[in-house]
Structure formats: structure tokens, C-alpha cells
């Protein structure tokens, strides 16, 4: 898995819980994508161990991780 130098030195040491096995689950599977303005990526998925969705961010070749975090905002919309 391809990460920044930000998520190796600041996400991994902020973040300890994080599993990678979470980031490579949503991002194949994932329950929304957007892109930001500045082209990053972010991807949501829900982590059932903690009943959370977490939010991953990646460069915009979709491949390389650069932030992850638990999002309290994120709401599945109802249609």
C-alpha cells in the first residue's frame, strides 16, 4: 500500500488504532466517493468493530493513502 510522508509521519503516530485492513476494505468497497477541489479523493466505509465510519483521503490516483480518520459528521443520505 502506497501512503504519503504525511500519513506515515503524523496519521500513523496520531492515529494508532487505525488498521490497514479498514483502509484497503473501503477503499474496494467503499460507500461514497467524492473528489476535493484540489483532487484528492476521499473515500467512506463503515468500521463494524467500532460502529464508525471512517473517511479515507488519497492522492488522486486513488491508490495512495494520505489521511485517515473516523468521520462523526458522515451521514448515509436517505432517498
Do not use: C
Not at 466517493?33 to 492522492?59: C, D, M, S
Amino acid at each position: 500500500m502506497k501512503t504519503t510522508f504525511y500519513f506515515q509521519s503524523n496519521v500513523t503516530i496520531r492515529r494508532p488504532y487505525l488498521k490497514l485492513e479498514w483502509i484497503e476494505n473501503i477503499l474496494k468497497n467503499p460507500i461514497r466517493i467524492e473528489t476535493q477541489a484540489n483532487g484528492r479523493v476521499r473515500f467512506w466505509g463503515f468500521v463494524p468493530e467500532h460502529r464508525k465510519y471512517l473517511r479515507v483521503v488519497t492522492e488522486p490516483d486513488r491508490e495512495t493513502i494520505h489521511n485517515a480518520f473516523f468521520d462523526r459528521r458522515f451521514k448515509i443520505e436517505e432517498k
